[in-house]
Every structure is written in C-alpha cells, then in structure tokens.
C-alpha cells in the first residue's frame, strides 16, 4: 500500500471548515484512498473513502486531486467534537489490512 | 443494528493469567481485524480472519498471542502468560467486505499488574 503523508497538528475554529490534507504521491491506480479519525481513547470511526472522485457523505467531504497524488478531507462546520487524530490511509481493496499511520491531531478550538 | 460489540471493556490481569478478549463483528459482517494500542501510541494491525480462517497474521507476537473466529461465536484474541508490556487498548474491527470500511468496537483496555 502506498504511504501518505499528513501534517501532525492542526488547528481550527469552531464552525469553520476544517480541511486536511493527505499526501500519497505513489498510489496506484486500484488504491483507494480512506479517511477514519479517533476520539480519545475511542474505537476509530469511518469516515469517508474514494477512489477517483470527489466523495460526500453526512460526516465529511473528501477531495482527490486529478493526479490522485494528494486528498483534502473537509469539515464543513467543524465543532468541539470533532476534535480528534484523522488518519488518511491509501489501500487496495484485497486482503491486506488497513494501516494506520500517525495521523494528523486536529483541535477544534471555541 | 448493534455495532462491533467487544467484550470486557476494561480488564486486569496478574502477570503470568490469561486475557481473553471477545469480539461480536456486526450482523452480516465476515471479515474480523484485531488492532493493538499501546499507551501513546498509533494502533499496530495485529491479525485479520474470516469465519473459521486466519487470512493474516503478520502482526501477532510469535509467542503467546493466538486468534480465533469460529464458524458460530464471536471472534477470540487469547493472551498466554501477560507480561506488564500487554497492557494496551485491543480494538477488533469488522467489515462486510475490503472495499467498505471498517467498524470498530469501543476495544478492551487490559491491564497488567
């Protein structure tokens, strides 16, 4: 699976979008690119994927760059309890399991 | 619908005890992942099965660890003989198939004393 790059902090204020980016320059074209976060201590949480094409859903949206190299996930409004680490991972659909990387820690701030 | 129900949420072992962590995946979900966490740190992929198979285990300790789905029940992640450095929150995640996402239990935080 290609490796992806995130920066490791970010902040945001609350009801602004927030928008994090996702670095995976060497994915190949049958990766997919998925988006989960983590509430302290919490399970993680799905959030999105995509391969080629924008993607909403009720949670977020996810844009792929044309050349699929980098991906913005994007809170539209985001509030206090969005706050969390966001894990941008590029996978295959086979067998091979999901990693997770370090991830970006986003504080939404009042 | 219930999601991933894992089972005990907090656990604590004496040195040398067997843990036993219990995963239910969600109603019509074949694909079970178990993840580890240790304090601090990211979550590490441990072993992934199907009903009754091991498809990956790349991420289990050689010694000790062992994991389980049989064709009835839910999913087993056995610990022989804890040692303090098992202490960790142990996620199982499930899904219906690669392509969908996972859905991941409130994991069982273990202790060992």
């Known amino acids: 699976d290609a490796k992806t790059t995130q920066p490791p902090s970010m902040d945001c204020a609350e009801g602004r979008a927030a928008n994090l980016p996702c670095n995976h320059s060497?994915?190949?074209?049958?990766?997919?690119v998925y988006w989960y976060r983590q509430i302290h201590s919490q399970g993680p949480q799905y959030i999105i994927h995509g391969l080629k094409n924008n993607e909403t859903n009720e949670m977020a949206s996810l844009i792929i760059t044309e050349d699929r190299k980098s991906s913005t996930l994007i809170l539209p409004h985001a509030t206090l309890r969005d706050t969390a680490v966001y894990y941008c991972i590029a996978a295959t659909s086979g067998n091979t399991p999901l990693v997770f990387g370090k991830g970006t820690r986003l504080s939404v701030i009042a | 619908n219930a999601g991933v129900m894992q089972n005990p949420r907090h656990l604590v072992r004496r040195r040398g005890q067997e843990a036993r962590l219990r995963c239910s995946p969600m109603?019509?979900?074949?694909?079970v992942y178990w993840y580890r966490q240790l304090p601090e740190e990211g979550l590490k992929f441990m072993v992934y099965?199907?009903?009754?198979?091991?498809?990956?285990e790349s991420g289990m300790p050689k010694e000790r660890f062992s994991a389980e789905f049989p064709k009835e029940g839910p999913s087993i992640l056995r610990i022989q003989q804890v040692v303090r450095g098992d202490s960790a929150a142990y996620f199982c995640?499930?899904?219906?198939?690669?392509?969908?996402?996972?859905?991941f239990g409130s994991g069982t935080r273990l202790t060992v004393v």
């Open positions: 109603k019509g979900h074949s694909h």
């Open positions: 099965l199907q009903k009754e198979n091991i498809i990956d």
């Open positions: 995640a499930s899904s219906p198939d690669r392509v969908k996402g996972y859905t």
């Open positions: 060497t994915i190949s074209g049958n990766e997919y």
